[in-house]
Every structure is written in structure tokens, then in C-alpha cells.
């Protein structure tokens, strides 16, 4: 047996969203609260050990 | 990677990461992976405010397991914070995180904390074999001079031009908007397209119809995905939703992606108060891929300031602050590097 589904307002979808936004919507739904921005980079250098 | 480049101690290396991050962290912890004997990936968050130890160690190792190659690590905490009674701060948080990243396969090897006035060990409090050292020794250090001399600056945030046009500029951006029909779109496409593989043929009366272009919703998300192309060595092409959220299959050409915020930049001195929001959001959204999330996320702001509530930065913001990386960044095969002289 299912049980109700209740929208609130702030599940209505917005008007006129474009893609890029609708996008980033679903992608949100799964995203779990983080640590705020993380900046990683990649710029690798040797040791001298 | 400068190959004549070696870094010697604790000082090269905490020289190092302004020069990786491309500024000066504050309040921030920086996970640094060894990759036998070389630094790997560096990792920046915010220092922990009321996350709890375990979930935020959890966070920074999940953050770091992209790079598959790391076999240990090291932390610069850099804060004017003190723990309780003058101890070290953070304690719990630098104790969790030492177990996770022991349980990860990359043990913490050691451990400095950057203040304002000084930096020292994190590990060991014994002031007579670790004392406080002054800052100059980082920025007199051999690391920082040869990073200096092969053309790293540490820049900073870039803060947008203020607009420089006429004040007849924003009825005429208007009245320049397209429609959004197929004909309108192919147009701007193909402008954007001239633009971008050549910034010197950018004019005043292109830059005004660029930026009405970047007001039609749909032809701002075509030409936001039409920045990243990838550079060679890949013959299909990636789906949109795939671009927006950096799962790129190849390196991009990461010259054109420099080339588009430089023309956004430009844009900007073009385009007035009310519609800057979207080039604002197109150059966050690339500082982002590009792995830079913390500037990412003041141009979102900016954006959002510019136009209260404009969705696609609204959306994008909380993307960065959800602490989400992007796939390209986190792929050292496909992540951006700064551009250094040899």
C-alpha cells in the first residue's frame, strides 16, 4: 500500500526552467550536505627525500 | 609539474599550496596527497564550524579517493583559533581524521598549523625540538622563489570589471534579446564559436549582442556547454547534462575554457548592473570545473546580487556549497593545471 504524497510549495517546480536548471534540480536531490566549497587541485611536484 | 622543482621541508611545502590553489587559505584545512615521492592532489575546505569529527573526516577522505595513487598524506590547518586551555584547536577533528585516512590507505604522515603571525607543528607540541616559525620562512623559502620564477603568481579572486558603457546600453541589450527560435540560437552559436577562437574580434557592438544572447535562458545554457570541447584523442560528443555537471570524458581544452572567462570578463565592462548575472554564473560555473569552488561560489553570490533570486546561480551555489567536486577536477588525467613557464 503506497502512502500519500504530499507537495509543498517548495517542491512546485519553478516556471520556465531551462535545462541547465532542471539539471542542477535532480542533481540536488541526491546531493548530501558537504563541507561547503572544496577547491582540489591537481598540480602534482616531486619530493626530494 | 616543474621536474627541477624539489621541495626539502615543511616550508617548501606550505609555499606550495597558495601557489596550487591559486590564494592564500584562511580558516581552511588542506589535505595534501604523497604519491610515493611526489605531492599529489591538493584538497581545501572550510575549517570544521559545527560539523561533527567523524562526518567531517568522513567527508575529506571521500573528497581524496579519487586520487588511487595517494599512499599517504599531509594537513595544513590554517586558523586563529585556539583549542581549550592553549591546546591545539580542532583536536577531535584532526583525531578523526587521522583514523579515516588510516583506514583509507593514506596515513597521515604529519601535520602543520598556519596562523597569522606564525606556523608551527600540529603533531608536536614540544617547543624546544618544534617551535613556532615566523611566516617568512615560507615565503623566503627555495619552493616559493623557483615557483615564482617559473610564472606562478598567486592572483586571487578576480573581481568582475564594473561596467564602463553607456546608459542607453541596458534598453539596447534588451531590445537585442532573441527570440529563441532555431535561427536565433545557430546565430549566437556561431558568434560565440568566432568569439571564442578569436577574443581580439570581439567588438562593441558584438560584446552587446553576446551579452543579449546570455539573457534567453536556452541560448545561455548552449553557449555555457559550447565553452568545453575536448582537446584531442576524443571523437564523440558529451551530453549536455553531462557537461553542466563536469563529467567529461576527455580533458577539455582548457585554453578555451581560460579564453571564455577572459571573454566573460570583458563582457562584463559591456554589460550594466541588472544583467551580469548570467556571464557572472558562466564564469563561476568554469572557475568550478576548473576545481576553484571557493571562487566559484563568490561569483554566484555576485551573480545572485546582480539579480535577486537568478535560478541558475541559486542552483549552482548550492551545488559548491554542498561541497560537491566536479568529475573533471577530481580526474588528475583531466583536471585543469595553471599555465607555468619552464
Known amino acids: 500500500m503506497g502512502s500519500a504524497f504530499i507537495m509543498t510549495e517548495d517542491d512546485q517546480r519553478p516556471e520556465n526552467p531551462s535545462a541547465a536548471e532542471d539539471t542542477l534540480e535532480l542533481r540536488l536531490l541526491t546531493a548530501a550536505p558537504g563541507t561547503g566549497p572544496a577547491d582540489v587541485s591537481q598540480d602534482e611536484h616531486p619530493l626530494d627525500e | ?342
Open chain 2, 1 to 342: 609539474m616543474t621536474e627541477s622543482l624539489k621541495f626539502t621541508g615543511p616550508a617548501d611545502i606550505l609555499a606550495f599550496i597558495p601557489h596550487s590553489l591559486g590564494y592564500q587559505p584562511e580558516e581552511s584545512f588542506v589535505l595534501l596527497t604523497l604519491q610515493g615521492k611526489k605531492l599529489g592532489a591538493t584538497l581545501r575546505v572550510d575549517a570544521p564550524s559545527n560539523a561533527a569529527p567523524k562526518d567531517y573526516a568522513q567527508a575529506l577522505v571521500t573528497y581524496l579517493a579519487a586520487d588511487d595513487a595517494a599512499t599517504a598524506t599531509v594537513l595544513a590547518i590554517y586558523t586563529n583559533e585556539t583549542g581549550p586551555d592553549g591546546a591545539r584547536p580542532y583536536a577531535a577533528h584532526v583525531q578523526a581524521l587521522t583514523a579515516a585516512l588510516d583506514l583509507a590507505g593514506m596515513p597521515l604522515k604529519d601535520a602543520w598549523i598556519i596562523t597569522a603571525e606564525n606556523w608551527r607543528n600540529y603533531l608536536c607540541e614540544d617547543s624546544t625540538c618544534c617551535p613556532a616559525r615566523p611566516l617568512d620562512a615560507i615565503t623566503t623559502s627555495n619552493a616559493n622563489a623557483a615557483l615564482i620564477y617559473t610564472g606562478s603568481l598567486v592572483t586571487g579572486f578576480t573581481a568582475p570589471a564594473p561596467f564602463t558603457g553607456d546608459r542607453d546600453t541596458r534598453t539596447a541589450i534588451d531590445a537585442q534579446i532573441p527570440q529563441g527560435h532555431p535561427d536565433d540560437l545557430a546565430r549566437a552559436r556561431a558568434l560565440w564559436a568566432q568569439i571564442l577562437d578569436n577574443p581580439a574580434a570581439l567588438t562593441g557592438p558584438t560584446a552587446r549582442q553576446l551579452a543579449a544572447a546570455f539573457q534567453h535562458k536556452m541560448i545561455r545554457d548552449y553557449l555555457m556547454a559550447d565553452v568545453i570541447t575536448p582537446a584531442r584523442d576524443f571523437t564523440g560528443t558529451p551530453r549536455f547534462d553531462d557537461i553542466l555537471l563536469g563529467h567529461l570524458p576527455a580533458r577539455p581544452d582548457w585554453a578555451r575554457v581560460d579564453r571564455a572567462q577572459e571573454l566573460g570578463f570583458e563582457l562584463m565592462k559591456a554589460t550594466p548592473e541588472g544583467q551580469r548575472a548570467p556571464l557572472l554564473s558562466l564564469i563561476g560555473w568554469l572557475d568550478w570545473l576548473k576545481g576553484k569552488a571557493s571562487f566559484a561560489a563568490r561569483y554566484f553570490k555576485l551573480a545572485t546580487e546582480d539579480v535577486t533570486g537568478f535560478r541558475l546561480a541559486v542552483l549552482l551555489a548550492e551545488l559548491v556549497n554542498r561541497g560537491l567536486i566536479a568529475p573533471v577536477a577530481a580526474n588528475k588525467d583531466t583536471a585543469y593545471r595553471p599555465t607555468r613557464g619552464q
